[in-house]
Nanobody, 125 residues
Framework: QVLLDESGGGLVQAGGSLRLSCTASGRSFRNNTMSWYRHSPGKEREFVGGSNWIGDVNYADSVMGRFTISRDNAKNIMYLEMNSLVVEDTAVYYC???????????????????WGHGTQVTVSS
């Protein structure tokens, strides 16, 4: 059974930082693109950013320069380092993984096969 398990969410004040982890089990994603999405009430699910196995990264404009994605392929973990958090970053954050081996880092959620259960990030003012 393939599982993606997000952790590291919590409550943080605006301007603060959090690091999320996405731990994969059941198969290796070292040769696949993995990405982060977020969803907040009243809004559509939003692409945050993603990374292919080469290290190419694609970020949403809203998080560019504040968020950093990294991967430890040996441990099958993807990280999301979030700095300078703002209230608008409040959401449930999900990690997702593609099955197809492609260097693309798409923002289209339909192209991702595996999804985690999400971790809540709340930024207070």
């Amino acid at each position: 059974q393939v599982l993606l398990d997000e952790s590291g969410g919590g409550l943080v004040q605006a301007g603060g930082s959090l690091r999320l982890s996405c731990t994969a089990s059941g198969r290796s994603f070292r040769n696949n693109t993995m990405s982060w999405y977020r969803h907040s009430p009243g809004k559509e699910r939003e692409f945050v950013g993603g990374s292919n196995w080469i290290g190419d990264v694609n970020y949403a404009d809203s998080v560019m320069g504040r968020f950093t994605i990294s991967r430890d392929n040996a441990k099958n973990i993807m990280y999301l380092e979030m700095n300078s958090l703002v209230v608008e970053d409040t959401a449930v954050y999900y990690c997702a993984a593609r099955v197809i081996r492609s260097a693309n880092v798409p923002d289209d959620a339909r192209l991702y096969t595996y999804w985690g259960h999400g971790t809540q990030v709340t930024v207070s003012s």
